[in-house]
Structures are given as C-alpha cells and as structure tokens.
C-alpha cells in the first residue's frame, strides 16, 4: 500500500465513521432496528464520493505536452474504466477516481500535446481555451510565459527531476560518464534547436557553442549514421530502452547523464494553470492537488493499467508516434531507479523547493534575456510557482 495518507479525504472519512457510530451506538434502538442509521451512513458514504463536484469543474481538462507516455502517469491513474476515447481530437475521457478508485463527482479529460495541437505550447492552449484547468509547464518554459504576457504559475510537481539527458556511446567513448566528459572530449551534441537547457549548458560553459548541433528532429538516423561517434539529447527514461531494443540498426546499450547533473534543475512537466485563475480555483486545487499526488504515488507502484491505456492511446491517435509496452515499463522504472520522480530533500511528494526554483530564474533570466525573451527583472520563484495547495504527508 503507499505510504501516505491523504488528508483531502480524512474528513471525508471521518464523516461516514461518526454517521455508523450515531446509528449503531449513539441513537435510540429503534433507530438501529429499522435500518435507518445504515441507510444514513450510506448515504454520507455516496455523498463523499463526489466530494469534487462542489469545487471543481463539471470536467476537469488537463492539457499534456506531449503524446501520451508513462511521464504521465499520474493523469492517467486518475482515469476511471469508463473511458472514452476521441481520435479526431486527440483525447480520452472518463470519471476522475480518487487513490481508491471512488468516483469523487467529475470527469476528467486529457488532452495530448506535441502534434495533437500542433506544437503549440501548453500555455497558450490553456490562454485559449478557458475549459482547459491546468496543463505541464516546466520552469523554464513558465519564465518564457511571464516574458511574453502569458504567466502560468505551477501548483503541483508530479516529477522531482526532469529525465532530460546526453546519451552517447560507451563503446566508442568508454571513458565519458558525464556531460563535462563530453565537453573534455569534444564530442559533437545533437539537440533539438530553441530548447532553454541548451542555452543554460552552452552560456554556463558545460558545453562549448561549436560542439553542439541544433539539427536534431527526433529520428535515429544521424546518430546511427555516425556509428558513435556523436552524442544526441534524449529521454533516460525513453531512448537508452528504445535505441538498445526498438532500433534494429543500432541495438546496443547506450550511456547518458541527466542535464539535471549539470545544475539544471527545473521542474519538468509542472501541473500549471494562468496565474490570475489559481485563486478562483482555490477550492478545486485544495481537494484536487492532493488527489494528483496521491495518484503518482499508486502510478509507481502499480502501473500495468495506466501503461496499457497509454499504448492503446498512442496507438489510436495514430499521430505517427510510437510508444510500446516495454519502453513504458522502462519508463517507470527508470523514473524510480533514477529519482525521476521522489520526494525531493523532504518527506512530500509534488511540492517545489522555492530557493531551487529562484536559483534556476537568477541564473537564467539574463541567458534567456541574451536570446530575446523579455523576462521580467523582479521575477520570483512566487510568481510561477507555489505550494500552497500541496498536502506535506503525502509522499513515496
């Protein structure tokens, strides 16, 4: 069973509890002859299984960045089994359950990313689309957000530390095991171009400008074609199982370090929602957050039924990406071995380390001023992010 207890549902709970104890030992014996007092515990039972429809939207929209993937695992575990699913829109459907698989009164829809809508940001989806309550935002994309009039503010970090990472080979360079090795070693990188973390490497001097390669589009062929001898960004929780089992051409173990190693420390695929609507949603994210934390943690330990739902998806989307049930197991794993996701330096899951966060806008304000993002000055870990509604005893 995971170890926490969830504080959102405690009362619930607590409530149910104190109507039996009424019936069946508080009242008169009439009242426990003829029933009613189970009839009332039931019914405060049924009550409190809908405890989000009182703050929440009717449906509560997530707008993910990406295609489905086992990154986001938590959204799925909060899936019921009535799914519905559309593939012209790219979305599933289904009643949002709470840790025990209790209907707490909404629906939830997910919305895939990336090519779904096409390679627009998730924050610009969600400044145009006003259904849509919260979507992954990663830090540094949320200071590009305050830079450009659209300010986002994160209310619950599924992930502790992004799998962002330089793969290479280790036949070929079995000296190198991490990314300063590449850099000593002059090892030409592959990224894709207009990703901040390649700025903050490059401007911080963890990677030199001419060894790295903005070209990168997603496909194996150039890093296959230079049989090792060039290192590629990539996913440690995606492309070290994909290259070594799915890539016939390739086949073979590949070594990487997180760009997190480097100092880079953002909060990847951040639940955030605009600025000015966390305060109108306070009592939807107080019951809701809560749920997401508690769902990551159930998502680790039991995983299969999400993961199957999230190949089907990719397979019924059909976008011209694909997502096999052994990368998705990989993924998982990897995010346990890794620390991908955990509680970070204290007990709690999903909560952001605010001295971190500022520490990432001090250092990458001017480097992203350099490129022409207009970030505030005065921007403060406060102001894209906060803590408020995450409960502290849940955690792995």
């Not at 953002?266 to 966390?278: F, G, N, T």
């Amino acid at each position: 069973m995971p170890k926490y207890r969830n504080r959102a549902l405690t009362g619930v709970v607590m409530t149910s509890v104190l109507v039996s104890l009424a019936a069946c030992g508080g009242g008169s014996s009439d009242e426990g002859a003829d029933g009613q007092g189970v009839e009332v515990a039931a019914s405060a039972a049924a009550d409190s299984a809908s405890f989000l429809a009182d703050a929440c939207p009717a449906t509560v929209v997530m707008q993910a960045d990406w295609n489905p993937e086992s990154e986001h695992g938590a959204l799925y575990q909060m899936l019921g089994g009535d799914v519905k699913i559309d593939t012209d829109k790219k979305r599933v459907t289904g009643t949002l359950v709470d840790t025990e698989g209790n209907d707490t009164g909404v629906k939830l829809e997910i919305r895939a990313g990336g090519p779904a809508i096409g390679y627009d940001s998730v924050t610009n989806q969600m400044y145009t689309d006003p259904d849509i309550l919260m979507g992954y935002v990663s830090t540094d994309d949320a200071m590009i957000a305050a830079g450009t009039k659209q300010p986002v503010t994160a209310v619950v970090a599924p992930t502790e530390i992004s799998p962002t990472s330089i793969m290479w080979d280790p036949q070929t360079y079995p000296d190198v095991k991490t990314i300063a090795d590449v850099k000593a070693a002059g090892i030409k990188v592959r990224y894709t171009n207009g990703l901040a973390y390649m700025d903050y490497l490059t401007e911080t001097g963890k990677l030199s400008a001419d060894q790295v390669d903005g070209s990168y589009d997603g496909s194996p062929g150039n890093f296959v074609a230079d049989a090792g001898k060039s290192g590629q960004q990539g996913y440690a929780t995606a492309e070290p199982y994909l290259y070594q089992n799915e890539i016939s051409q390739w086949g073979k173990e590949l070594a990487f370090d997180l760009v997190a190693n480097t100092g880079y420390q953002i909060y990847v695929q951040a639940l955030s929602m605009p600025s000015a609507k966390v305060a109108e949603n306070s009592d939807c994210l107080a019951k809701l957050v809560p749920i997401i934390q508690a769902a990551q943690i159930d998502f680790l330990e039991d995983p299969a039924a999400a993961n199957e739902l999230i190949v089907k998806l990719v397979e019924e989307y059909d976008t011209g990406w694909q997502y096999s049930a052994g990368v998705a197991e990989y993924s998982v794993q990897t995010q346990k071995d890794l620390g991908i996701v955990s509680n970070g330096p204290d007990s709690t899951l999903g909560n952001m380390d605010m001295e971190r966060v500022q520490k990432l806008i001090d250092e990458m304000q001017p480097i992203l001023e350099k490129k022409g993002v207009d970030v505030p000055a005065d921007l403060k870990a406060e102001d894209i992010a906060t803590n408020e509604f995450v409960d502290e005893s849940i955690g792995l």
